[in-house]
């Protein structure tokens, strides 16, 4: 499997991505917004994008479907439960379908409600193991939950999916927000060296070339993956003084979710 990921630019810092089959050279495009990017670079590797795969229904997402698709006759694949918010969907997707990219790349797709109600990850079980997770796991952050989406359910996909994976999964997140969220993480978890010393490490990385991290990383320096941590706790006990003395994770979550949304 090989995975290009395309830095777009933009005011909204998305990132786009080409998961392609060395043998054969066929590619899927995730959410390609910037479609001139995307199409470019399947040119320059002289790649063939066959299949266009949406992680859910927002137009930074969507916005270079009809491009991508009239310059390439490839296939549109999201939520199956996104039909009515994304035209032309080829193949609807549920939890536990496999995705075929020529003859080496096999993706599953996950059914990770949070963000939105019909948001799909990927999660590619080849050589190393790789999570797409559009915008339901940031770098160092969780989605937020404003438009179309529910927080309850994103600590669910969080807690029962995404913090089961193994912890050398490769993370390809939808957005580049890694430095302002590891600057919430030592907001809540002033202690936590490791994210102060990734901060040192990506504040002014070319995005381009931008930090992969992995879930093992993640589970050190995201705060939505923190939510035993004794600091943390007492942090949060500042701003909710009725958090019970040994609160339970659910409840963490979703106060860190809520102070994210004003923070
Ligand atoms: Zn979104
Ligand atoms: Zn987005």
């Not at 320096?221 to 339970?248: C, M």
Request: glycine fraction near 8%; aromatic fraction near 6%; include cysteine.
């Amino acid at each position: 499997m090989i995975v290009e990921q395309i830095w777009t630019g933009n005011a909204y810092r998305n990132f786009n991505y080409l998961i392609a089959c060395p043998e054969t050279g066929e590619a899927l495009a995730v959410d390609p917004l910037d479609h001139e990017k995307c199409l470019a670079a399947a040119g320059d590797k002289g790649w063939d994008i066959t299949q266009v795969l949406n992680t859910h229904e927002h137009p930074d997402h969507t916005g270079g479907n009809r491009q991508v698709i009239a310059a390439t006759g490839a296939s549109l694949l999201a939520h199956a439960g996104a039909r009515d918010r994304i035209a032309d969907i080829d193949r609807g997707l549920s939890a536990g379908d496999v995705i075929r990219i020529g003859r080496h790349v096999e993706l599953e797709a996950l059914d990770t409600p949070g963000h939105t109600m019909s948001h799909v990850c990927l999660l590619a079980h080849t050589d190393e193991p790789a999570l797409f997770c559009g915008d339901t796991l940031f770098n160092a952050g969780a989605g937020n939950c404003h438009h179309g989406g529910h927080p309850p359910e994103l600590y669910n996909t969080f807690a029962t999916q995404l913090a089961r994976l193994p912890d050398e999964t490769r993370v390809y997140p939808g957005h580049d927000y890694i430095a302002n969220n590891l600057r919430f993480t030592l907001d809540r978890e002033p202690d936590n060296a490791r994210a102060g010393e990734l901060l040192g490490e990506v504040e002014g990385q070319d995005p381009n070339r931008a930090l992969v991290s992995t879930l093992g990383l993640e589970k050190e320096i995201n705060t939505f993956f923190r939510l035993h941590s004794p600091s943390l706790i007492a942090r949060l006990r500042e701003a909710f003084p009725d958090l019970p003395e040994a609160p339970d994770e659910r409840t963490v979550f979703l106060k860190l979710r809520e102070l994210r949304n004003s923070w």
